[in-house]
């Protein structure tokens, strides 16, 4: 068996018999991994908490077929802040779940982790929870599998006068074209400066009903794409 080390964000844990565990994780050089984390269920687990999401761990790994196995697992990030933060974690799970809906197992994708794992930094750090960052992701999510919404005119027939939103019609809409929800000039404000390198500055927007539409857009935009529902975002009713 192949001995190996890389790196991976837990996006998402199950139970494997009795005191075993599969850890699903976004590594850095190979995508989407399932690891088998043996003992993990008991009291005096080696892994301790680390395997949980969405920790940040440096690890050793057995290569398997299906199932990798961990041997070794090393904090990189414990993203404190998340953990004692109920609503930032609430947000770094709907990260998670995300990442989770669109990586591909064993296809490396070095963007994706970067964009995890910078996101996950940044709302741990931020000293208010960034009223856009969960919207923001899914929006950035969706230009990384290269699907990019009208937002300066009408999708349907190119009129610069928008007053809707539809993402299954390619974005904006005009009046005549109308679907889906209103927006208005700061909404699509806000998505086209997360979309166009304007990111920093949309994360220190104070929440307002713009970052509140701009981020219900993003989701329904994403979900739209995934087609299904992230239950990390209603369950916990976000
Ligand atoms: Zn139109």
Redesign the pocket.
Known sequence: MTLYRDEGVVLRTHKLGEADRVVVLLTKGRGKVRAVAKGVRKTKSRFGGRLEPPGHVSLLMYEGRDLHTINQAETVDHYRSLREDLDRMTDALAIVEAVDQVAQDGEPNAPLFRMLTGALRALGEAPERPALLLGAFYWKLLALEGVTPMLNE??????GDVVAFDFVEGGA?????RRGPAVDAAVLDLVRRILGGGLTGVLAEPASPATAAASALGTSALEAHLERRLWAVHLLGH
């Open positions: 009408c999708a349907v027939c190119g009129a809409l005009c009046r005549q074209h």
